[in-house]
């Protein structure tokens, strides 16, 4: 169970937290929204774990030149070819049968996600800047399915806060990617290619640029007459600190304490940001409420 438990990366599921923001902005909370939802975020769960397994499958033998990823369940011998095409196979066929009770829409969805990744796994990872727009659309297609897929219209300001901030950590990714090849013993034979293109000078600026709009879009949509319509107070601005101390944590960690390779992880190991998140979430719960 531990290395099938592993290729999963069950970790990862955190990233589909993404698809309870539409019901959460809404105010959609009622048992059968929310209920649809939870379906929602266990489809993206199966298939992201199906999307793991199909790129373990595709890069096993540069995974087993890798001196990290040689250990990974597949090169390492952990777990065999045959049995990790059978749990792909379960995998997605889960999530399309669970898409497929909620709404065709949440299935459209999740058949885009799946075909973006496999866009990106065969080639288009390799494109510079286009890779990080396709990670950033992965996000957008789980706010979208936690959305239209539920019958709820898409705020537009959502989406340009999803896709502001899915930019930012997609291009701090690839500036700690690059951080790593900075160590004298690293090998660089064994980076993406993609690097190749990308400069610290560039991906800073990049970085700068999509947290400042974050901040800005953020903080626009908590003062803007919709949002006080919708949620009756004015009080959701007082939030916009922890949203800025937030990134300022994301960006200290990408540079004086070598993350930012796994979003998930970094945020469930730093206490910093994992307080930060829980505070967000119960002051924005409690202004909504």
Not at 46 to 69: Q, W
Not at 122 to 127: A, M
Not at 204 to 232: K, R
């Given at each position: 169970?531990?290395?099938?438990?592993?290729?999963?990366?069950?970790?990862?599921?955190?990233?589909?937290?993404?698809?309870?923001?539409?019901?959460?902005?809404?105010?959609?909370?009622?048992?059968?929204?929310?209920?649809?939802?939870?379906?929602?975020?266990?489809?993206?769960?199966?298939?992201?774990?199906?999307?793991?397994?199909?790129?373990?499958?595709?890069?096993?033998?540069?995974?087993?030149?890798?001196?990290?990823?040689?250990?990974?369940?597949?090169?390492?011998?952990?777990?065999?070819?045959?049995?990790?095409?059978?749990?792909?196979?379960?995998?997605?066929?889960?999530?399309?049968?669970?898409?497929?009770?909620?709404?065709?829409?949440?299935?459209?969805?999740?058949?885009?996600?799946?075909?973006?990744n496999v866009l990106y796994s065969?080639?288009?990872?390799?494109?510079v800047i286009l890779d990080v727009?396709?990670?950033?659309?992965?996000?957008?297609?789980?706010?979208?399915?936690?959305?239209?897929?539920?019958?709820?219209?898409?705020?537009?300001?959502?989406?340009?806060?999803?896709?502001?901030?899915?930019?930012?950590?997609?291009?701090?990714?690839?500036?700690?990617?690059?951080?790593?090849?900075?160590?004298?013993?690293?090998?660089?034979?064994?980076?993406?290619?993609?690097?190749?293109?990308?400069?610290?000078?560039?991906?800073?600026?990049?970085?700068?640029?999509?947290?400042?709009?974050?901040?800005?879009?953020?903080?626009?949509?908590?003062?803007?007459?919709?949002?006080?319509?919708?949620?009756?107070?004015?009080?959701?601005?007082?939030?916009?600190?922890?949203?800025?101390?937030?990134?300022?944590?994301?960006?200290?960690?990408?540079?004086?304490?070598?993350?930012?390779?796994?979003?998930?992880?970094?945020?469930?190991?730093?206490?910093?940001?994992?307080?930060?998140?829980?505070?967000?979430?119960?002051?924005?719960?409690?202004?909504?409420?």
């Open positions: 169970m531990r290395p099938t438990l592993t290729l999963m990366r069950p970790h990862q599921y955190l990233k589909n937290g993404f698809v309870f923001l539409g019901p959460l902005f809404a105010h959609q909370w009622s048992l059968d929204t929310l209920g649809q939802a939870l379906l929602v975020f266990a489809a993206f769960c199966a298939m992201a774990s199906a999307v793991y397994v199909m790129n373990d499958l595709m890069d096993i033998e540069a995974d087993r030149a890798h001196p990290v990823k040689q250990h990974r369940p597949l090169p390492s011998g952990a777990l065999s070819h045959g049995r990790a095409i059978q749990l792909l196979a379960i995998l997605a066929a889960s999530a399309l049968a669970l898409s497929l009770w909620v709404s065709p829409g949440v299935t459209l969805c999740l058949t885009a996600y799946l075909g973006v065969w080639r288009l990872k390799h494109v727009f396709l990670i950033s659309s992965g996000f957008m297609l789980r706010i979208l399915a936690g959305t239209a897929g539920l019958g709820l219209a898409p705020s537009a300001w959502l989406l340009l806060c999803g896709l502001m901030v899915t930019l930012f950590l997609g291009f701090a990714k690839r500036r700690a990617e690059l951080l790593v090849l900075d160590d004298p013993r690293a090998d660089r034979s064994l980076a993406r290619r993609v690097l190749d293109d990308y400069s610290p000078a560039m991906l800073d600026q990049f970085i700068g640029v999509t947290a400042a709009c974050t901040i800005l879009a953020y903080g626009l949509y908590t003062v803007s007459p919709q949002a006080v319509e919708l949620h009756g107070s004015t009080a959701l601005v007082y939030t916009l600190p922890l949203v800025v101390y937030g990134i300022f944590r994301y960006v200290f960690l990408l540079h004086r304490r070598a993350r930012g390779n796994d979003t998930a992880r970094d945020l469930i190991q730093d206490r910093h940001m994992l307080a930060t998140l829980g505070i967000w979430l119960i002051a924005t719960l409690w202004i909504l409420a």
